[in-house]
């Protein structure tokens, strides 16, 4: 089946409006891949007619540098396994409610937001899951790679044989806001974080660091939105553990003619609610993009018992360009990229002291 979209899905894809590139993405790790991708965005002009797909390469591009990285460890290679040792990763991408693409439980193959493009261009369907969705990748020319790096494998050990061990469940240390593995903060070691590890350990990002998504937002000067989130999922999960990052509607979300947003954290959370939904269909009302991730963030609130280890944020852009985050507690960071540089910035609403 062709990639090509007709004439009227091909307009559904562009915002009312033009303004220059914006480039929004989860967690000071993702600066480096911000870097890298940032070319690809740019180069978009707003007369590029058939450059309709390079809003979402961007995305891609950004999660393509976290899932090498063996030092961030929520995602791709460096991730931390489920509870029996293996590493499963999920992902979505997704320009429009017509054009998206998904996958979960991949356990063969490096890059599930690649995997979900190939799932959008070339099938009718959304979502692919388990050894079918690898076995999909094979025949659509995606490489088979070892998923499991030495230091997370080691990580699954220790978790093994310790119940204090690094987990989002269980470690109370983690929970409290104090480093569990003398400061180091693996997931915040990525290539090119050695500038902003200050930054990093005074806004309390450490705390978040074993279980997080990267979500990444494209905004190009033509006006198109793309959205893309890759990760491992929950460290030490239940096997067949599936979060909100694969699914379209709850960590993420894009509508041309209202804005797009992603979420991190913890997952449940954000199914429960629909959350990207519903920041997305608070722009659509009115509402800016922080204040429609205000909304997400009191939906959780009223929803749930909030424990110690759970987190909620979010970035959204609106269809006109604005962008806004928002997270439940401290210690989120997110990272903007536009023609003034590369820079990671606090969430403009916290909704919790604790």
Same mark, same amino acid.
């Given at each position: 089946?062709?990639?090509? %979209? ?16 914006? %480039? *929004? ?10 870097? *890298? ?6 180069? #978009? ?14 995305? %891609? ?18 991730? *931390? ?18 054009? &998206?693409?998904?996958? &979960? ?7 599930? #937001? ?51 061990? #690094? ?29 902003? *590890? ?15 998504? #990267?979500?990444? %937002? ?15 999922? =929950? ?28 979420? =991190? ?78 820079? =990671? ?10």
């Amino acid at each position: 089946m062709s990639d090509k %979209l007709p004439a009227e899905m091909a307009a559904e894809l562009v915002s009312p409006s033009c303004s220059p590139p914006i %480039l *929004l993405s989860t967690w000071s790790f993702s600066v480096a891949g911000a870097k *890298l991708a940032w070319p690809t965005l740019a180069a #978009v002009g707003a007369g590029a007619g058939g450059e309709r797909d390079c809003a979402l390469e961007a995305c %891609l591009q950004v999660c393509g540098e976290a899932e090498r990285d063996p030092r961030v460890d929520s995602v791709g290679y460096g991730g *931390l396994p489920d509870a029996s040792g293996r590493v499963s990763l999920d992902g979505a991408v997704m320009e429009s409610p017509s054009r &998206c693409g998904s996958v &979960c439980g991949l356990r063969r193959h490096l890059h599930p #937001v690649r995997v979900a493009a190939s799932v959008m261009r070339s099938t009718r369907h959304v979502m692919l899951a388990g050894d079918d969705a690898d076995r999909f990748a094979s025949q659509h020319g995606h490489l088979e790679a070892e998923l499991l790096s030495p230091e997370a494998r080691a990580k699954w050990e220790a978790w093994r044989s310790d119940p204090h061990a #690094v987990d989002q469940s269980r470690d109370q240390a983690a929970a409290a806001g104090r480093p569990t593995d003398g400061g180091n903060g693996a997931i915040f070691g990525a290539s090119g974080m050695s500038d902003l *590890l200050a930054e990093v350990v005074t806004t309390g990002e450490l705390r978040w660091r074993e279980h997080d998504t #990267v979500g990444v %937002l494209t905004r190009d000067s033509g006006g198109r939105l793309a959205g893309a989130c890759s990760t491992s999922g =929950t460290p030490f999960k239940v096997p067949g553990r599936v979060g909100d990052s694969p699914i379209i509607g709850s960590g993420l979300f894009v509508d041309p003619g209202a804005g797009a947003a992603t979420g =991190t954290g913890t997952g449940e959370l954000i199914m429960g609610v629909c959350g990207a939904h519903l920041a997305v269909e608070e722009m659509r009302r009115g509402a800016g993009p922080t204040e429609a991730i205000i909304e997400v963030l009191r939906r959780v609130d009223r929803s749930y018992s909030i424990l110690p280890h759970h987190q909620v944020a979010m970035i959204a852009i609106h269809a006109d360009g604005r962008w806004g985050s928002a997270a439940l507690r401290k210690g989120f960071l997110a990272v903007i990229h536009d023609e003034a540089g590369c820079r =990671t910035v606090e969430p403009e609403y916290v909704h919790r002291a604790d």
